[in-house]
């Protein structure tokens, strides 16, 4: 996956975030903090959209789920 998204280059702008982030209560698991966030990128070789799904434990936020779409990853 890491390989075919060196066709992108460098990161140079991450622009346009938007998302938000939901915090529940359960008795089984306690409290549990997610995120959603989607954001336009400028990378070396080209444009794309990244999204993101981020969970919270023990204070810290690992990730769930990356995703970039761009049309130079269609090739």
């Known amino acids: 996956v890491f390989q075919k998204l ?4 460098a990161m140079k702008a991450f622009t ?3 998302g938000d982030s ?3 209560y359960t008795t089984q698991n306690g409290k549990v ?4 966030y ?3 990128a400028k990378f070396e070789n ?3 959209q990244v999204s993101i799904r981020l969970i919270q434990v023990a204070d810290q ?3 769930l789920r990356l995703h970039i779409d761009s049309p130079l990853l269609m090739e």
């Open 6 to 9: 060196t066709k992108l280059g």
């Open 16 to 18: 346009d975030v938007k």
């Open 22 to 24: 939901n915090v529940s």
């Open 33 to 36: 903090t997610t995120a959603n």
């Open 38 to 40: 989607i954001a336009h």
């Open 46 to 48: 080209g444009e794309g």
């Open 61 to 63: 936020w690992q990730v």
